[in-house]
């Protein structure tokens, strides 16, 4: 089986995070890079299934600046067998559908039985592409999971929903993401670190995709504007103090929605 892993580098969460109010885009070098956690529990997952079944290959897959490499590697430290890395100037600022485009057509070219990826990354948090790269795989997609198993030719899962929780299930190909339900992922070893260093990375651009980012026809969201969040208006005190009785109901009275 070759399971493909979707990993997105994303500025570090206990950092700053910054937008780039001239392109609209994220400030990248607000904030240390990291493979982002929630994709960390993808591959955990996807090793699980490989350590259980002998020929399985897990295959990671990111479309990313070529700064990505160190964080594409904490992958390959962890146990993935190789990865495949799309960089191309015209991905910068990528909306979901272009993204989805790429993606698909990287997972297309590679093989795979199963693509498992976050539900939602943590920079964009648009948490539409493993919909989306189903899609144009015309493949079944089972998203939103809180538990996985994974078999030869099938895989299913828990979704929790309103009031309960829903079981579902699916043949072989097919997409699934994951929650942070799943399990933490696994810590590189030292014998990880370094094989890492030895496992292949390949690299690719749209052109060896054949897609064409500046194809007038292909629909494609831009950014109008974008401003910072505007500061927040200091609240009206009441001291313990005084009246506070009737200044809290004066408060009460001038602000009521009724």
Known sequence: MKIVVLVKEVPDTYGDRKLNLETGLADRGASEAVLDEINERSVE????????????????????????????????????????????????????????????????????????????????SGGMIPALVAELLDVPHATGLSSVMVSPGAVSGSRPIEGGVDQVSTTLPAVISITEALPDARFPNFKGIVAAKKKPIEKLSLADLGINAEDPKAARSIMLAVSERPTRAAGIKIFAEGNVGEQLADFLTQNSLT
């Open 45 to 124: 997952v996807a090793l699980s299934y490989a350590e259980t079944e002998s020929g399985t290959e897990v295959v990671l897959v990111s479309v990313a600046p070529p700064s990505a490499t160190a964080t594409i590697r904490k992958g390959l430290a962890m146990g993935a067998h190789r990865a495949v890395h799309v960089e191309d100037e015209a991905l910068l600022g990528a909306d979901l559908r272009l993204t989805a485009e790429t993606l698909a057509a990287v997972t297309k070219r590679i093989g795979f039985d199963l693509i498992i990826a976050g539900n939602s990354s943590t920079d964009g």
